[in-house]
C-alpha cells in the first residue's frame, strides 16, 4: 500500500498556513498539473489528484481541524460520516479554482459594457493653432437606442434570462473527471436573451447616427494634440456609459512663418546698405506689422528675436518670441553708376574688383607645387 504524503507537503506549505494561502499554492500547482495542459503525462494527473485532495481537506476548517489531530486515518472510512471522498464537493472547488482559468464563473455574466473611444483627426489653420479657435465636427457613432435606452428590449423591458445556460452565461460539459465550462452560444455569455427585439435598434441596444459638435481649441496646440470629447464616443449596452471621442489635431503649413515650440520662425530679406548701414524695417508677425532695428555690419544669416511674438503656451506657461532670420540680398543688376560706386568702394577698402578667378588659380598653384 503506498504510503501517503502529509497534506501540507503536498501543498508546500506550513501547517499555520492561512486559508488564502492554502488556496494560493493549490491554484499554483493545479495550474502546473491540470491534465489539460499534460495531456498523457500520468504522472502531472496523480499529481494533480493528491493536490486536489489536500486541497479539499485543508481549505474545509473542519477537516482540516481533524486531519491535524488524527492524519489520514481521519479519512480511511470512504465517504461515511467524518470520511474523505475525493469527488465529493470536486466541482465547487473546480468552479473556485479554474474559473476565471476555462474563463467560468457561476454569475451571470449579463454586465453593463461601456462604448468604443472614437478618433478624430482634424485639420486647423497656423493662426487657429497659435490663437485657438471654436470648429464644428460631424460625428458618425453608435449611440445609445433611446427607444430602448439602451437594452435591446422592445419597449425597455428587462432582458429574459437564457434557457440555455440559465442565467450564468456558461454551459457545463463533462471530460473525463473534470467538469468544463464554456461560454453559453445562445446567449453569447451574456445570460440574458432579448426575446421581443427592439424594432428602432433591431435588439442591438444601439442605433447609429451622426452628431454636431462644437470643439474648442486652446491656443498654442501643435500636430498631434489631441483634445478629449468626454461621452461622445460609441454608445454603451446594457447601461454601460458612452466612450470618449478624441480629436486629434494637424496643423496647416504657414506661407511665411514657421514653429520651433513656442517660437515662431521666419526670414526677412535686407538689402547690402541696409545691412552695412543699419536700419529699422517692418517685419510681419501673427499680430500684424512690427518694427526691428537692423544694426549696422549685420551679416547674411544673423537671427534677431522679437520678444513674446511667438506662440502662447498651451498649458500657460508664458508666451514664445519671434526669431527672425536676416537674408542680405545681392542685387542682380547693376545700374552704370551702381557698378561705379561699388568699384570704387572696393578700391577705398583694397579689394579687388575681380580676384576670384586669379585668386583661384593662385590657390591651386601653391597645393600643386
Do not use: W
Not at 492561512?18 to 502546473?32: E, P, T
Not at 482559468?101 to 486647423?124: C, N, P, Q, V
Request: proline letters at 5%; a positive charge.
Amino acid at each position: 500500500m503506498a504510503v501517503k504524503r502529509d497534506f501540507y507537503e503536498v501543498l508546500g506549505v506550513p501547517r499555520d498556513a492561512s486559508g488564502d494561502a492554502i488556496k494560493k499554492a493549490y491554484r499554483k500547482l493545479a495550474m502546473q498539473l491540470h491534465p489539460d495542459r499534460n495531456p498523457g503525462d500520468k504522472a502531472s494527473e496523480e499529481r494533480f489528484k493528491e493536490a486536489t485532495a489536500a486541497y479539499q481537506v485543508l481549505s474545509d476548517p473542519e477537516r482540516r481541524a481533524r486531519y491535524d489531530r488524527f492524519g489520514h486515518a481521519a479519512f480511511e472510512q470512504g465517504a461515511g460520516p467524518g470520511g474523505f471522498d475525493f469527488g465529493a464537493g470536486f466541482e465547487d472547488i473546480f468552479s473556485d479554482i479554474f474559473g476565471e482559468f476555462f474563463g467560468g464563473g457561476r454569475r451571470s455574466r449579463t454586465r453593463a459594457r461601456r462604448g468604443e473611444d472614437l478618433r478624430y483627426d482634424l485639420e486647423i489653420e497656423f493662426e487657429e493653432a497659435v490663437f485657438g479657435a471654436d470648429k464644428t465636427i460631424s460625428i458618425p457613432r453608435l449611440a445609445e437606442c433611446e427607444a430602448c435606452r439602451g437594452l435591446g428590449t422592445s419597449g425597455g423591458t428587462p432582458r429574459t434570462t437564457c434557457r440555455t445556460c440559465g442565467g450564468a452565461g456558461q454551459v457545463r460539459f463533462q471530460q473525463g473527471l473534470f467538469s468544463i465550462a464554456k461560454t453559453c452560444g445562445q446567449c453569447r455569455g451574456q445570460g440574458t436573451v432579448v426575446q421581443d427585439p427592439c424594432r428602432s435598434c433591431n435588439g442591438n441596444g444601439l442605433v447609429r447616427t451622426t452628431e454636431t459638435l462644437s470643439v474648442r481649441i486652446p491656443p498654442g496646440v501643435d500636430t498631434g494634440s489631441r483634445l478629449k470629447l468626454r461621452n461622445k464616443g460609441e454608445g454603451g449596452v446594457n447601461g454601460g456609459g458612452p466612450g470618449d471621442l478624441y480629436v486629434v489635431l494637424r496643423v496647416k503649413e504657414h506661407p511665411l512663418f514657421a514653429r520651433d515650440g513656442n517660437d515662431i520662425v521666419c526670414e526677412v530679406p535686407i538689402s547690402i546698405t541696409q545691412a552695412a548701414l543699419g536700419t529699422e524695417i517692418d517685419v510681419p508677425t501673427l499680430r500684424g506689422k512690427k518694427k526691428l532695428k537692423i544694426n549696422a555690419g549685420t551679416q547674411s544669416g544673423s537671427i534677431l528675436r522679437m520678444k513674446s511674438e511667438g506662440v502662447p503656451d498651451v498649458h500657460g506657461y508664458g508666451q514664445g518670441d519671434q526669431l527672425v532670420r536676416v537674408v542680405v540680398e545681392t542685387p542682380r543688376k547693376l545700374t552704370a553708376r551702381q557698378r561705379e560706386l561699388l568699384e570704387e568702394f572696393a578700391r577705398i577698402g583694397g579689394e579687388e574688383v575681380h580676384p576670384m578667378s586669379k585668386g583661384f588659380f593662385d590657390k591651386v598653384k601653391e597645393i600643386f607645387e
